[in-house]
């Protein structure tokens, strides 16, 4: 394929550009005429109008030179991945990747053997979305050897040249294809990009699990997750990458809850895709090597030691919230909300009723449980796992009492247990 000719247009809000710290880069990169674009992500969402959250840079100039120009710049430089030509430079705690241009010389499927260049078209045939591919010079002047901002405007995700060759060098891109879908894509998707993630979704499990945690975790924030994952389920792709994910619908109205104002949660979401099984989410927490943290909390949402729903009377909702916690009483609102709502018999008087307990779980202020352990020890109960079960046998006690006992109330609960066993 032969690219058409440069756009010569230029970004129309450039003013992240001109932010004091990415001009001290850009300046220092071009010190003895060196040459420098911003490339990718940055360049995408400023012409759509978008938040820019990285700024990546790349230049003919070697790494080497890159690292002297910084380093006589006053900035310091990293040398985050050398050996592909990855410099990153950091002012005043911003950080700025910085690459110089490259092309593949071999593939090994995450990995590549490559070589330096100083042709910018070369560079961008190996990104993997045309979308990805657009360039811009310092003054905003932009360069689209792939046709990039017609995809964007069109809502269309397209891989740079063959589909499956771009999904062969990194089988992670399959993913990213649905991701860059659920965020950007508009309309019927690119059918040859569909056809090649059918043809290749059996290689999906080969990727590590913290891979595709990644590209899940950003494609369930999208605003309208659920379509890019009923994509993956009809052309086979979700049962490779997440067979769990069985209640797209669920996740599909607690994103419609969260554009009401909610803050959009990664883990919900997921939690939302779920059916109520231990295991399941114990297998998955484990295949996609969550933290503990994150394992716990997903265990916990898949799974609820308490129900939170709008029927509970007052004094039951602040047992669970005692039992379970602000965060995750407010997690189990929000997805019994979904739930009832996936299910078509959301009246609005629940709606309210759901915002009522996650209001509630916000205003929580958990009480204080007035006994210890070593009150159990000061009776005289010998030091062992008896303590353990009397005390939380007397916490029981006050919870089902609206926490009202005091600590004489409850030390006189705990003296009565110790002595009725």
């Given at each position: 394929?032969?690219?058409?000719?440069?756009?010569?247009?230029?970004?129309?809000?450039?003013?992240?550009?001109?932010?004091?710290?990415?001009?001290?880069?850009?300046?220092?990169?071009?010190?003895?005429?060196?040459?420098?674009?911003?490339?990718?992500?940055?360049?995408?969402?400023?012409?759509l109008g978008r938040?820019?959250?990285?700024?990546?840079?790349?230049?003919?100039?070697?790494?080497?030179?890159?690292?002297?120009?910084?380093?006589?710049?006053?900035?310091?430089?990293?040398?985050?991945?050398?050996?592909?030509?990855?410099?990153?430079?950091?002012?005043?705690?911003?950080?700025?990747?910085?690459?110089?241009?490259?092309?593949?010389?071999?593939?090994?499927?995450?990995?590549?053997?490559?070589?330096?260049?100083?042709?910018?078209?070369?560079?961008?045939?190996?990104?993997?979305?045309?979308?990805?591919?657009?360039?811009?010079?310092?003054?905003?002047?932009?360069?689209?050897?792939?046709?990039?901002?017609?995809?964007?405007?069109?809502?269309?995700?397209?891989?740079?040249?063959?589909?499956?060759?771009?999904?062969?060098?990194?089988?992670?891109?399959?993913?990213?294809?649905?991701?860059?879908?659920?965020?950007?894509?508009?309309?019927?998707?690119?059918?040859?990009?569909?056809?090649?993630?059918?043809?290749?979704?059996?290689?999906?499990?080969?990727?590590?699990?913290?891979?595709?945690?990644?590209?899940?975790?950003?494609?369930?924030?999208?605003?309208?997750?659920?379509?890019?994952?009923?994509?993956?389920?009809?052309?086979?792709?979700?049962?490779?990458?997440?067979?769990?994910?069985?209640?797209?619908?669920?996740?599909?109205?607690?994103?419609?809850?969260?554009?009401?104002?909610?803050?959009?949660?990664?883990?919900?979401?997921?939690?939302?895709?779920?059916?109520?099984?231990?295991?399941?989410?114990?297998?998955?927490?484990?295949?996609?090597?969550?933290?503990?943290?994150?394992?716990?909390?997903?265990?916990?949402?898949?799974?609820?030691?308490?129900?939170?729903?709008?029927?509970?009377?007052?004094?039951?909702?602040?047992?669970?919230?005692?039992?379970?916690?602000?965060?995750?009483?407010?997690?189990?609102?929000?997805?019994?909300w979904a739930g009832?709502?996936?299910?078509?018999?959301?009246?609005?008087?629940?709606?309210?009723?759901?915002?009522?307990?996650?209001?509630?779980?916000?205003?929580?202020?958990?009480?204080?449980?007035?006994?210890?352990?070593?009150?159990?020890?000061?009776?005289?109960?010998p030091a062992g796992?008896?303590?353990?079960?009397?005390?939380?046998?007397?916490?029981?006690?006050?919870?089902?009492?609206?926490?009202?006992?005091?600590?004489?109330?409850?030390?006189?609960?705990?003296?009565?247990?110790?002595?009725?066993?």
């Amino acid at each position: 394929m032969v690219p058409p000719a440069d756009t010569g247009d230029r970004l129309a809000d450039g003013r992240w550009m001109e932010a004091p710290e990415t001009r001290a880069v850009v300046a220092a990169l071009a010190a003895d005429g060196g040459r420098v674009r911003f490339v990718g992500g940055c360049v995408r969402d400023a012409i759509l109008g978008r938040p820019i959250k990285d700024i990546d840079l790349a230049t003919p100039d070697p790494p080497e030179t890159v690292m002297r120009r910084l380093e006589t710049a006053g900035i310091r430089a990293i040398p985050t991945g050398i050996a592909h030509g990855t410099v990153t430079a950091v002012v005043n705690g911003k950080h700025f990747e910085i690459t110089t241009l490259r092309h593949d010389v071999e593939t090994f499927g995450r990995r590549a053997r490559v070589a330096f260049t100083d042709d910018w078209t070369a560079d961008a045939a190996r990104r993997d979305f045309t979308v990805n591919a657009i360039s811009a010079d310092p003054d905003g002047a932009l360069h689209d050897p792939f046709n990039g901002r017609d995809d964007l405007a069109a809502g269309r995700i397209r891989f740079v040249g063959d589909a499956e060759t771009r999904i062969r060098e990194d089988v992670l891109r399959l993913l990213r294809f649905f991701r860059f879908q659920a965020w950007y894509g508009r309309g019927a998707p690119d059918a040859a990009a569909l056809a090649a993630a059918r043809k290749l979704a059996h290689l999906v499990p080969g990727l590590s699990g913290e891979r595709v945690a990644g590209e899940m975790f950003k494609l369930v924030l999208a605003p309208d997750p659920a379509a890019a994952l009923r994509l993956m389920a009809a052309d086979g792709v979700l049962r490779h990458a997440l067979p769990e994910a069985t209640n797209i619908a669920r996740l599909a109205a607690l994103a419609g809850i969260d554009r009401e104002g909610g803050r959009p949660d990664a883990l919900r979401r997921l939690a939302a895709l779920l059916p109520r099984d231990a295991g399941m989410a114990a297998a998955l927490a484990g295949r996609l090597r969550l933290s503990n943290a994150d394992r716990d909390r997903l265990m916990q949402l898949a799974v609820p030691a308490a129900a939170v729903y709008p029927g509970l009377d007052t004094r039951a909702r602040r047992r669970a919230l005692h039992r379970l916690g602000a965060d995750i009483f407010r997690d189990l609102a929000f997805l019994a909300w979904a739930g009832r709502a996936a299910g078509g018999d959301l009246a609005p008087a629940d709606a309210d009723a759901f915002r009522a307990l996650i209001a509630m779980a916000a205003a929580w202020v958990p009480p204080v449980f007035p006994i210890k352990g070593r009150d159990a020890l000061a009776l005289g109960v010998p030091a062992g796992p008896r303590v353990g079960r009397l005390v939380a046998a007397v916490e029981g006690w006050w919870a089902e009492n609206d926490f009202r006992p005091d600590r004489a109330a409850c030390l006189a609960w705990l003296r009565a247990l110790a002595g009725g066993e």
